[in-house]
Structures are given as C-alpha cells and as structure tokens.
C-alpha cells in the first residue's frame, strides 16, 4: 500500500513537472515566432516620427497603437492629457481576465527626436540589431507590449483579473500631461511594469531610477555697439561662459549624482554687446536631498564672476522624483528573473539608478504594490544622433519572461 502511495505520489509529481514544462516550452515557442512579427511592429512603429510636441505625428501613431490594441481584443479608451499641458493625448487599454491581480503595462510613444530626422535613422536590419529613430527608447517598449498581449490571448492566459495598458505621448518632456493618470494607476494597481530599455552589455530589469531637475542660469549685462562702444557694454556671453566653466565639476557619480550643461543662448544680433544670456544644465539624483545641496553649490559659485557689473541667477527646477527599491519590487523581479532562468537567459536586477529617469517613478509615488522598470528590449544609442537600436536576440527571452511573469504573478 504504501508502496503504490509512494509511486502514485511520484507519478503525480513527474507529470506535474512535465505538464509545467509543455507549458514553458510553448510559451517558449510561441515567443520564438513572434521575433519577425514583432519587426515588422517596430517597423511601422519608427516610420511614424513622432517627437513630444509633435502633434500630428502624435496622432498618427496613437491611430496605429489603438488600432493594434482593438484587434488583439483590448477595450480602448483615448484619455486627454491633463490640463493646462498642451501634450498629446494618451491611450489606453484593457483585458480583463479570471484572476484578482491589477497588472498595468507602460510604455511611451513620444521621442526626443525633430521632423525630418528619420531620413539620417531609417528602420534597418543589419545581423543581430534593428535600428530606427527612437527604436530603443521606446517604440521596442510598446512592441514587447503589444506582442506579449498577442501570446497571452493565443495561450488564453487568464489569470490575472486585469490587464491595463497605458501609453503615454511626453515622457521625454517629463509627463507633464500624463503623471496624474500614472500616478493614479499607480495606485490603483498591484504591478506596474514599465517598459523602457535596457542594455548591450547585459540585460537587466530594474527597481531604481533618478530623479531629474534643471538648473536654468540667467546672466544680465549692457547692451551695446559691438563696433563704435563695445567698452560701454557688459557682455552677458562671456559671464555666462565664465559661470559654465566654473560650474562644470559639480558632477559625483559614484553617489548618483550627474550635472551637465547642455543648452546655452545669448545675443540678437551679431554686432551688438549681448545683455543677456540663458544656459541650462541637466542634473540627475538617486535621492532628493542630493538637489538641496548642489542647489546651495550652485548659489555659491555663482557669487564669483568674471565681469563685475553683470547680475547672475540661478534657479534649479525639480522634475521627475526617483524610484526606489521596495521589498515587493525585490520579489516580483526575483520572479522574472526565475522565469528567465526558465529559458536559461540570464537577466540582471538593478537596485541603483544610473542616470535615467522614467514613468516608472511617478507609477511609485503612491503604489502599494510592486513597479518594476526596463522590460523593453537590449538597446543602445537612445538620445543620439544616429545608431540608436536594439538586440533581436533579446525579443524572444523578453516576451517569454513577460509573459510568463503575468502568468505567475500574484499580488
Ligand atoms: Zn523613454
């Protein structure tokens, strides 16, 4: 008797296992074939330029997302961009399934890109990397998106209680229409999955992301004829050059910490003495404290000038807050790290941030549960000039571990 329990036991154990394993191993296969399809998504996806404030552009690709979104079975909505921003509006779409678990997946459709610049980044495939205007950061996001909601109808994954997808039009402006509606769902949800990149060198998801302010510097001179009275004038160029300089080692890595000039104006005309010039600085920081103290450096550096009757100002605007490591981000990443493992693909979690800040952030600042950031594709070059793209070889592993993380995830 007891010998039958035993074998019986074993027996139920072994066709468990091999059960659980036919399931991965269709996921497995079911993700496979989806790599060209999903090329063909991010095809259409990067021949739509649609830059932040880009309008029309913006409209077109919210069409294409909708419409995909409608024919995978999704229910649509269009939600307007909060007022007073001007920004495009946003998209959003759920499935509902049997389970109890509010799972929201994230992803951004605008770039950091001009009209015309998709003549120098056109869609191309050369071996393992695609490459296209914004393809990594973040049109691979809304494609990995798209085609994990295919493999879950076609696997009839169930559950879950609902899935809602939210995609946004000016992340790379700083949300200024859409973080109330991430916040909120946010909060209402039990994970949040953003889907911004992640990179080359090894593929991770991540739990931390900076925080991003600016630091606008304003310079008053005295105008004057560059020709008949440049000595009468103050030039508001050179002090501005002057506080750039003495401004450019505020940086600390090693603590998160990042301040970089990237924008400067001065000057009308090329033959009048300047009398004022604007320069702006990117600043990135793993804690909000971090920006009360370079704000005070930043006040005291610009007490030494280079000319004397000039007036210098600084001012630092807090953008986007950091996301932090929870103990149930920890735990759901540890879970797609397992399912990676599945499909023996070996995916990092980060607990720092290194410089980025996303939409993952504004989705923690009220959450409950869990929000995890990165499960967009390998990429590179996001906020170049040319060579942005992303790994082929990462589509498979990541629309396995996705889904099968939807799968298993319970709240
Ligand atoms: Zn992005």
């Known amino acids: 008797m007891l010998r039958w329990l035993m074998t019986s036991l074993l027996f139920a154990m072994i066709s468990s296992v091999s059960a659980q394993n036919a399931e991965q191993s269709q996921v497995q296969k079911l993700a496979q074939q989806q790599t060209s399809p999903l090329l063909q998504t991010l095809d259409k996806l990067v021949s739509i330029e649609s830059g932040s404030r880009d309008m029309e552009g913006l409209n077109k690709i919210r069409a294409l997302i909708e419409s995909e979104l409608k024919a995978i079975g999704l229910t649509t909505e269009i939600i307007p961009a909060a007022a007073p921003s001007k920004t495009g509006s946003m998209v959003q779409a759920t499935l509902q399934g049997k389970g109890v678990s509010k ?120 105008a004057s004829h560059s020709g008949a009275n440049p000595d009468f004038g103050r030039n508001a160029l ?33 033959n009048m003495i300047p009398s004022e010039a604007h320069a702006t600085a990117d600043v990135r920081a793993e804690r909000l404290s971090d920006f009360d103290a370079v704000e005070k450096t930043l006040n005291e550096r610009i007490k030494n000038k280079l000319i004397p009757d000039t007036e210098v100002k600084i001012e630092l605007i807090r953008g986007r807050p950091p996301l932090s490591p929870t103990e149930k ?34 989705a923690s600042q009220r959450a409950k549960g869990a929000v ?13 000039d040319d060579a942005e793209y992303v790994l082929i070889s990462s589509i498979a592993p990541r629309l396995y571990t996705t889904t099968r993380l939807i799968q298993s995830f319970k709240p």
Do not use: C
């Open 103 to 222: 799972i929201a997946l994230i992803a951004h459709m605008d770039t950091v890109y001009q009209r015309g610049d998709l003549t120098k980044q056109p869609f191309r495939i050369e071996g393992n990397q695609a490459f296209g205007l914004g393809i990594s950061d973040d049109k691979a996001g809304i494609a990995v998106i798209l085609h994990t909601l295919k493999m879950i109808k076609a696997l009839n994954i169930d559950s879950f209680g609902v899935l809602t997808v939210l995609i946004n039009a000016d992340e790379e402006i700083g949300s200024p229409g859409s973080r109330d509606r991430i916040m909120q769902l946010g909060e209402e949800s039990d994970l949040v999955i953003s889907f911004e990149g992640s990179s080359i060198k090894s593929d991770y998801v991540r739990l931390a992301t900076s925080s991003i302010a600016r630091a606008n510097l304003s310079v008053k001179g005295r």
């Open 238 to 270: 050179y002090e501005m050059s002057h506080q750039i300089l003495q401004m450019r080692d505020l940086s600390d890595p090693k603590n998160g910490l990042k301040l970089n000039w990237t924008q400067a104006r001065a000057g009308t005309v090329p």
């Open 329 to 362: 981000g920890r735990a759901t990443a540890k879970l797609a790290q397992s399912h990676a493992a599945e499909i023996n693909w070996k995916l990092e979690v980060l607990e720092s941030a290194t410089g980025g800040g996303t939409d993952a952030a504004y």
């Open 372 to 384: 995890i950031e990165s499960f967009g594709l390998q990429g590179f070059g996001a906020h170049s």
